[in-house]
């Protein structure tokens, strides 16, 4: 199995260029389910949630074409099959994205129910009751969603909790629905703002999008376009927590400030000078040793859930104490006890952490549960005395792309060993 091997200790400097968001790909190479002939995805990140996507197309006798410059092209006109398989939906949930696109679009959809995973069991209810609001008929059976409707109807849709794929699904949904959707109480992340934005260039029409109220007027079909899928805010807020926690110096390129306010808020809180610019965003440690800040997560434009495991690892390391509350999945955790093992001091309460900085944490061998766990444990290697090895790294490949490449190339001592 592949692991990480970090040997800690050297501020991190230099230029890093930032991929194409994971969470704007997927939805957006769902959306190409909804267009008549040929459509291409550009800046497309090389990673394993996006092949498990393509996969899943393929699966349903879409033609996916990937170019040298990983620029992805979708036909849908040889469309045969309306599935999304158990063996994909379980190593990728975001598989239920298929769902509302292929049911607007074909009338019919069966995608394998998606289970709980590491950090909670994360239902899909609001997705399924929002389609059944637009007319859909929807069974649960043997693991199966199965879902029927001859046309969608437009509705006014309460969301009774902000779900960033449930909104970009029945988004996705309502583009062909009959007559007007409102999709209240919706996720104003800027991922669904770049779906809504390729959809509309598409041919859609929704205006709101970025707000929690969405109004979409249905049309009868949808055409293809190019799009570039929007900068990854998470990795761009991963290399930026590199650099804060190394005490050093790194500019990220191609990336979008305007969609990191609250993270680039917390990074100047714990006393990193930021500077940005249209495109890029510059954290500079000045050698300086990082402050403890306090963070609750919260949906967009609040603290994201997913910069949450790499903020607990800068606390770790940081002067006083941090308390982190997480407030949107029940067991996202898991940590906290690896990076004890590193010799972080962490109270555990339930869903909050109380994080009373160390001056030093200590190299050792941890296992990445999750995504965003890893990445916390990769930030914790960086800047810890002597040698950690990271296990189960497939779970930092289906969101970062060749992270130990590009973090050697700001200087960092990391290699890649499959053993
Ligand atoms: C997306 C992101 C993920 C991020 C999360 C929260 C993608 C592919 N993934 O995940 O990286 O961590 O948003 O920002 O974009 N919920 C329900 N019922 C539902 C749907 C959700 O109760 O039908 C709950 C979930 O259990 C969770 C909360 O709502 O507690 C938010 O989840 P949601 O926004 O849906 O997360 P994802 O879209 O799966």
Redesign the pocket.
């Given at each position: 199995m592949e692991k990480l091997i970090i040997e800690g200790g050297t501020p991190l400097n230099g230029e890093v260029v930032i991929s194409g968001a994971?969470?704007a790909v997927?939805?957006l190479l769902a959306a190409t389910l909804l267009a008549d002939g040929k459509m291409t995805i550009k800046n497309v990140p090389r990673l394993r949630?996006v092949n498990t996507t393509i996969r899943l197309l393929q699966g349903m006798g879409v033609s996916v074409k990937v170019n040298d410059d990983y620029h992805i092209t979708t036909d849908t006109s040889t469309i045969s099959s309306y599935v999304a398989p158990y063996e994909l939906v379980k190593t990728m949930?975001?598989s239920?994205?298929v769902l509302g696109p292929t049911l607007a679009r074909y009338g019919e959809a069966e995608v394998s129910l998606p289970g709980g995973c590491a950090?909670?069991?994360?239902?899909?209810?609001?997705?399924?009751?929002g389609l059944e609001a637009m007319g859909a008929e929807i069974t649960v059976h043997e693991g199966f969603i199965r879902a029927r409707a001859e046309r969608l109807k437009g509705t006014r849709i309460v969301?009774?909790?902000?779900?960033?794929?449930?909104?970009?699904n029945l988004l996705m949904a309502a583009v062909l629905a009959e007559g007007t959707s409102i999709l209240e109480h919706a996720?104003c992340?800027p991922?669904v703002v770049d779906l809504a934005n390729c959809l509309n260039q598409m041919g859609a029409n929704i205006i709101g999008a970025g707000t929690p109220t969405i109004v979409v007027q249905g049309v009868e079909r949808l055409h293809g376009v190019n799009y570039t899928v929007l900068p990854d805010r998470?990795e761009t807020g991963t290399f930026l927590a590199a650099a804060a926690i190394t005490r050093g110096r790194v500019k990220t390129l191609g990336a979008a400030p305007g969609t990191l306010d609250s993270v680039l808020q917390k990074f100047r809180e714990a006393g990193a000078a930021v500077e940005t610019g249209e495109d890029w965003i510059e954290l500079d440690m000045r050698s300086r040793t990082l402050k403890s800040v306090d963070i609750t997560t919260d949906?967009?434009p609040g603290f994201?859930?997913?910069m949450q495991a790499q903020f607990m690892a800068m606390n770790a390391f940081a002067q006083g104490i941090g308390v982190v509350v997480e407030t949107?999945?029940?067991n996202r955790m898991m940590h906290v006890a690896e990076l004890m093992r590193m010799g972080a001091n962490i109270r555990l309460e339930g869903n909050t952490a109380i994080v009373a900085g160390m001056p030093d944490l200590y190299g050792a061998p941890v296992m990445a549960t999750d995504?965003?766990a890893s990445a916390s444990l990769i930030l914790a290697g960086l800047a810890a005395k002597g040698k950690t090895t990271v296990d189960r790294i497939y779970h930092t490949d289906r969101g970062y792309e060749k992270i130990e490449v590009r973090l050697q190339q700001l200087g960092a001592k990391i290699e890649r060993v499959n053993n």
């Open positions: 994971k969470n997927l939805p949630d949930r975001a239920i994205l950090i909670g069991s994360r239902p899909v209810n609001i997705h399924l009751s969301m009774d909790k902000v779900t960033v794929t449930g909104t970009e996720a992340e991922e998470i949906p967009h994201p859930t997913d949107i999945f029940e995504l965003r």
